[in-house]
């Protein structure tokens, strides 16, 4: 038997729980700002990633057609930036300048970062200019 008391009762403890549940989720969205160049082309990030989460201090900026640039924290603060499309791995080498901080939040064990980087670098075949800000990247 199940009382009648319970049902429309206020659950405060589920309450908290759920709005909980919910600021986490809105406040890890990822919040990328840039005005990229790749190849002459505009390039815009539509999500980002730390890059805890593949082995490297950095993040990875990925776009809609699913194309990486991959920022490498080097150990002088410079960072190495990395082009990834499909198969096609293009190191353009260092790369202007970087500046990654690690946030307090964690999403499965990756901890986010945001930062922000000014870009200008170049290979006789691929280039990267412009400029990123970016946060909540897990």
């Known amino acids: ?10 659950r405060p403890s589920l309450w908290v729980s759920s709005l909980a549940l919910l600021v986490g989720v809105a406040g890890c969205t990822n919040e990328i700002t840039a005005e990229l160049l790749v190849d002459g082309e505009v390039f815009e990030p539509t999500s980002c990633r730390s890059g805890q989460a593949n082995g490297f201090a950095g993040v990875d900026l990925i776009d809609n057609s699913r194309r990486t640039l991959r920022l490498v924290q080097s150990p002088t603060n410079q960072p190495q930036a990395i082009l990834l499309a499909g198969e096609q791995v293009v190191d353009v080498g260092l790369c202007g300048t ?22 200008a670098c170049e290979t006789t075949e691929h280039s990267v200019a412009g400029s990123v800000s970016f946060k909540n990247c897990h």
């Open 1 to 10: 038997m199940y009382g009648s008391g319970m049902r429309g009762r206020w």
């Open 98 to 119: 970087l500046s990654v901080q690690r946030q307090d939040s964690t999403i499965n064990d990756v901890t986010n970062v945001m930062g922000e980087a000014r870009l």
